[in-house]
């Protein structure tokens, strides 16, 4: 996997074939199975146009009490699977100090967006965020550490990968909109974006 700067983020292009695109996504159907997409609240209370789950020890999760990382699915009340062995490989491309214990599963259907928000709710900013993109494009929107910072954004295509490093750790980011019906992986059209980190302190 070569990783080139985009906009001063490294993005690995085609990070996974479109052969593991296609495994990897079998793998996220199983988990889907067993940990079901919901959409959490925000802080206004309305419900976020993505649908989230999460494989690995942490789920991100919303709701009217504000939002923090939780252990056990909010309507089963089970454990969320483990990560996908595709994503772990993803992530160890950029940082092999210690695997991530939080795969957020995001799905993008026609119309969703993810608004400018900063991730800082990990334990230990020294290790990255990693983004996996799969299906339909996403126009991904960054900018600096500050809410009016300026921003600049590329397009985030099927099989790509980034990381949210360093400088850019805690820089604000979003996306915002998908080309809804652009590629076939999934069978109802959309974007899933895995994104890979550590919510604990690792030991
Ligand atoms: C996120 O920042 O949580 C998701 C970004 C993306 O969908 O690419
Ligand atoms: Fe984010």
Redesign the pocket.
Known sequence: MSIETIQGVPVSRGALSPEEQAALLTDLRAVAQAAPPFSPMTGWGKPMSVRITAAGRFCWFSDRRGYRYIEAHPETGQPFPPIPEAALRVWRTFETRADPDCC?I?H?REGAR?GL?Q?RDEADFSFP?V?L?LGDP?L?RIGGTERKSPTRSFW?HSGDAMALTGETRLAF???DRIKFGETALLAGGG?L?L?LRRVAKAD
């Open positions: 957020l995001n993008y993810m928000h991730d965020v983004s993109s996403g991904f985030l980011h979003g996306i974007r974006n994104t």
